[in-house]
Every structure is written in structure tokens, then in C-alpha cells.
């Protein structure tokens, strides 16, 4: 996340360091790392609602069922058939798995809409196809560019890379300079931290 300011506090509980950062506008975050590589396993957003209710968490990294893992159970359920997207970020890329899409890799086309500032992904074949926001470079208004996107397919699974520009890539590493000075318990259960 790239928005200056909020403030944050830490606990480590189940394996993870988790950071919850409030912004005075409303906006709040929740980022979950991993405790020895600090990759970050979900990150979730929501903003106050204008009615004064509380607003949806919104899963931008990671999978919406740990999300929802805290009892908003669904009722109904897509098939396993269907392909499923989950963002999974490495250290150079922004990147999205498509599990569940058998078709070979030359079926696949992958553009950059400039007007809207998203990944497009189709198919040839006319069976698959999806608009990909990147709320991080939206955030920094930064534009997306075709060069940067690259794919790969392999065991039903279609693997989408954005390379990360220079300046997200600062970004992140003064976030994670500054996770570093934030003070957590080392034994596992709920122990607060706030920063430094």
C-alpha cells in the first residue's frame, strides 16, 4: 500500500505478522506477512461507508476465503471447474493465478487498456475474459504499460507478471524498512506492537 500517513500498530498471531494501518478519512488496510521470508500473504482494504455504516473488507492480495474466514460464511459457491484469480505478489511483480483454465498458451491475450488503466485478459476462443485493476499503481497514479506484462501457462494455470516500476519498488522497501522498526512479541498468540 502506497498512501502516505495512517497510523499503525502489529501483532503476531498465527504464524503472521499482521499490520492493520487507519487513515483520518475513513480508509483502513489490513496487510498479513509472512514471519521469516516478510511476503505479504493478503492484504485487505475497505473505506467508511458515506452512511456512516461499516464498510466490506475488500481482498486486493491473497485469498478472499481467508478473508472470510472470520464467519461470513457463503452459501453459495462457484463451481471448481470455473477458473479462480488470486493475486500473489513476489518481490519484482505484481501477479495473478488463474487456476482452472485448460486452454494452451497461444489461446491467451494479454493487453494493457491505457484509457482505463487495467490488464486485459481474452481468449481466442472467446471462453475467457477479465479485467484486472492494480489498485497500487492507481494509488500512485501510475499508468500501466504493455512491456511490463508477461505470461506463462502450465497445469491449468495461467500465471499473469506486471513488473513492479522503480517507484513502487521504493515504495515497498521504505514500507518494509519501516515494518521492521515496528516492535512485536516473538511467541505466538495475540500480542500488541505499535510502531516505533
Same mark, same amino acid.
Not at 495512517?6 to 504464524?15: C, D, F, P, Q, V
Not at 492493520?20 to 475497505?46: M, N, P, S
Given at each position: ?73 457463503? #452459501?453459495?459457491?462457484? %463451481?471448481?471447474?470455473? &477458473? ?10 505484481? =501477479?495473478? *493465478? ?58 491449468? #494455470?495461467?500465471?499473469? %507478471?506486471?513488473?513492479? &516500476? ?10 518494509? =524498512?519501516? *515494518? ?17
Amino acid at each position: 500500500m502506497y498512501k502516505p500517513g495512517g497510523k499503525s500498530t502489529a501483532i503476531i498471531s498465527e504464524g503472521r505478522k499482521k499490520v492493520h494501518t487507519a487513515w483520518e478519512d475513513g480508509f483502513e488496510q489490513v496487510e498479513e506477512y509472512d514471519l521469516t521470508t516478510d511476503q505479504l500473504l493478503l492484504r485487505k482494504v475497505r473505506q467508511e461507508a458515506p452512511t456512516g455504516r461499516e464498510a466490506k473488507w475488500v481482498v486486493e492480495v491473497g485469498e478472499a476465503n481467508e478473508a472470510n474466514a472470520q464467519g461470513e460464511g457463503l #452459501t453459495i459457491s462457484a %463451481s471448481s471447474d470455473q &477458473p479462480i484469480m488470486v493475486r500473489r505478489d513476489t518481490k519484482e511483480n505484481f =501477479q495473478w *493465478r488463474v487456476r482452472n483454465i485448460p486452454y494452451p498458451l497461444e489461446v491467451y491475450q494479454i493487453t494493457v487498456d491505457e484509457n482505463a488503466n487495467q490488464i486485459i485478459v481474452r481468449t481466442s476462443n472467446k471462453k475467457w475474459f477479465k479485467r484486472i485493476s492494480v489498485p497500487d499503481m492507481d494509488r500512485m497514479h501510475l499508468k500501466l504499460v504493455q512491456s511490463n506484462v508477461s505470461f506463462t501457462h502450465a497445469n491449468r #494455470t495461467l500465471v499473469i %507478471s506486471y513488473a513492479k &516500476p522503480a517507484s513502487i519498488l521504493e515504495a515497498e522497501a521504505a514500507r518494509r =524498512q519501516e *515494518r521492521a522498526t515496528m516492535k512485536c512479541g516473538a511467541n505466538e498468540g495475540d500480542i500488541d506492537c505499535k510502531q516505533q
